[in-house]
């Protein structure tokens, strides 16, 4: 090839790669992959205090920096979701799937937790002071020591769905 019609080939190359890599192209996932996000909603920023979201299937939505105070997540289906620097004080998430949800710096104060599966959720920086977690599965969580040792202080119970005793999910 002379150079005459690499370079014009070689740039739109370039151009995509660049593209790809800042976005500007859209996301490079397998369609499979890509159909998982489809049916999500984007609750980023927004005030959701007092909804009700019981039963719904909310995986991979995004409720950061979100404000739920006294909303009903009982018995929806969140796992993969993002709560990141969210406000839920008083929510109702019993029964609740949580598994891998970026809960990091979320105020969880006063939560019902019961039943809840939280298996592999990233929590730091939270906050779980009066929450009530009974049943509730934190296998493999992250969470800050403090919040470990207060969770642990009222854990009991096994969780109905996974069948994990809460205290040594906790590892109390």
Not at 25 to 54: E, I, W
Not at 90 to 114: C, K, P, Q, V, Y
Not at 123 to 149: K, P, T
């Amino acid at each position: 090839m002379d150079r005459r019609h690499t370079a014009p080939w070689l740039l739109g190359l370039l151009a995509s790669l660049l593209l790809a890599v800042v976005g500007l192209a859209g996301p490079v996932v397998p369609a499979a992959a890509a159909a998982d996000f489809q049916d999500t909603v984007d609750y980023t920023l927004t005030n959701q205090s007092g909804k009700d979201f019981s039963g719904q299937q909310l995986a991979n939505s995004s409720f950061a920096g979100a404000v739920g105070k006294g909303a009903n997540f009982s018995g929806a289906n969140l796992h993969g979701a993002i709560l990141t620097q969210g406000a839920f004080p008083e929510a109702n998430f019993s029964g609740a799937d949580l598994s891998d949800a970026l809960m990091d710096r979320t105020d969880m104060s006063h939560t019902d937790l019961r039943g809840a599966v939280l298996v592999g959720v990233i929590a730091s920086g939270g906050s779980f002071s009066g929450a009530q977690i009974e049943n509730a599965d934190f296998s493999d969580a992250l969470l800050d020591r403090v919040d470990q040792r207060l969770l642990c202080a009222v854990a009991r119970g096994t969780n109905p769905t996974t069948g994990v005793d809460t205290r040594a999910s906790l590892g109390c």
